[in-house]
């Protein structure tokens, strides 16, 4: 069974950083895409940066400059450096992956929480 294991969470000040990682068990092979997802309260859970398993990233505009999300193939995980953290940044943060041959993110995470005090 696959499972996606979130760590790095917690309570940071505003202008702190934060490194959050993902290790996926339980599957011999990488996934296609692996991806961190955000919800905060009150709001749609939305895509923060995602990365595919050659090292192509994208990443949601208020973040840019500010994240970086890179992985480990061999290890099956995906990081999630978050430098220059806003208090707007606070939410639960969710890893995803997406095997191949699937459009969609198909495993998840069970979230960790980013809380940024100002």
């Known amino acids: 069974q696959v499972q996606l294991v979130e760590s790095g969470g917690g309570l940071v000040q505003a202008g702190g950083s934060l490194r959050l990682s993902c290790a996926a068990s339980?599957?011999?092979?990488?996934?296609?895409?692996m991806g961190w997802f955000r919800q905060a309260p009150g709001k749609q859970r939305e895509l923060v940066a995602r990365?595919?398993?050659?090292?192509?990233?994208d990443y949601a505009d208020s973040v840019k400059g500010r994240f970086t999300i890179s992985r480990d193939n061999a290890k099956n995980t995906v990081y999630l450096q978050m430098n220059g953290l806003k208090p707007e940044d606070t939410a639960v943060y969710y890893c995803a992956a997406q095997s191949y041959g699937i459009d969609r993110f198909d495993y998840w995470g069970q979230g960790t929480q980013v809380t940024v005090s100002s």
């Open positions: 339980g599957r011999a092979f990488s996934f296609n895409v």
């Open positions: 990365i595919s398993t050659w090292g192509t990233t």
